[in-house]
């Protein structure tokens, strides 16, 4: 069974460029979140999403970040006008539901830099 | 933001030694409590958790202690290996979904 797929694993961006980070859940899964991770810190939550809706966006960045996870394809985290302090590890996660029997199954990851 | 202290922020232990790792919340209402183990280069993956309704629970050579009163909850590794040398990170929240707040982690190096 494939686990979370994230891509590109890297990505390079100069400032004022555009970064797409995409998402495949675990299959079956239905429950998406975005985590960034500045280096040496822990994970920081950004959003939440189910199938075409957001659910909880209170950790993203009131600008320039935008987050999707359309009815057919992967969620996708897209970055506008990046700066060098969007320079992190973006992981994805997601989950089957809610409740007791819902752990979180992480990706690797992409590692965003901006120079 | 709720915060979760973690420490140490990095332990060296012989092979074979016990480790352990201790994180402290603020929010009562926090009742699930997991923690996972990120290789360089990987995601975090969840190596153990517990529930409010529990104090303990062990797997093998891990387990998780929780005080609900005190607000803390601890890794232990027994019979450490080289194997589990990586960053361990704690993470609280509610069982109902995965918003989660982490702890800044643990590089824990194991010597041979």
């Known amino acids: 069974n494939a686990g979370v797929m994230q891509n590109p694993r890297h990505l390079v961006r100069r400032r004022g460029q555009e970064a797409r980070l995409r998402c495949s859940p675990v299959k079956g899964h239905s429950h998406v979140y975005w985590y960034r991770q500045l280096p040496e810190e822990g994970l920081k939550f950004m959003v939440y999403l189910q199938k075409e809706n957001i659910i909880d966006e209170s950790g993203m960045p009131k600008e320039r970040f935008s987050a999707e996870f359309p009815k057919e394809g992967p969620s996708i985290l897209r970055i506008q006008q990046v700066v060098r302090g969007d320079s992190a590890a973006y992981f994805c996660?997601?989950?089957?539901?809610?409740?007791?029997?819902?752990?979180?199954?992480f990706g690797n990851g992409t590692r965003l830099t901006v120079t | 933001g709720e915060n979760v202290e973690q420490h140490p922020s990095t332990l060296s232990v012989q092979e074979g030694d016990s480790a352990v790792i201790k994180c402290t919340y603020s929010d009562s209402a926090s009742n699930y409590f997991p923690w996972y183990k990120q290789e360089l280069g990987k995601g975090p993956q969840l190596i153990i958790d517990?529930?409010?309704?529990?104090g303990e629970k062990k797997d093998q050579r891990i387990a998780v202690t929780l005080n609900k009163t005190a607000k803390h909850f601890s890794l232990h590794i027994t019979e450490t290996q080289p194997e589990d040398s990586a960053v361990y990170f704690c993470?609280?929240?509610?069982?109902?979904?995965?918003?989660?707040?982490f702890g800044a982690g643990t590089q824990v190096v194991v010597t041979p």
């Open positions: 993470a609280w929240g509610t069982d109902s979904w995965g918003k989660f707040q």
């Open positions: 517990i529930r409010s309704n529990v």
């Open positions: 996660a997601s989950s089957p539901g809610q409740g007791d029997n819902s752990p979180l199954h």
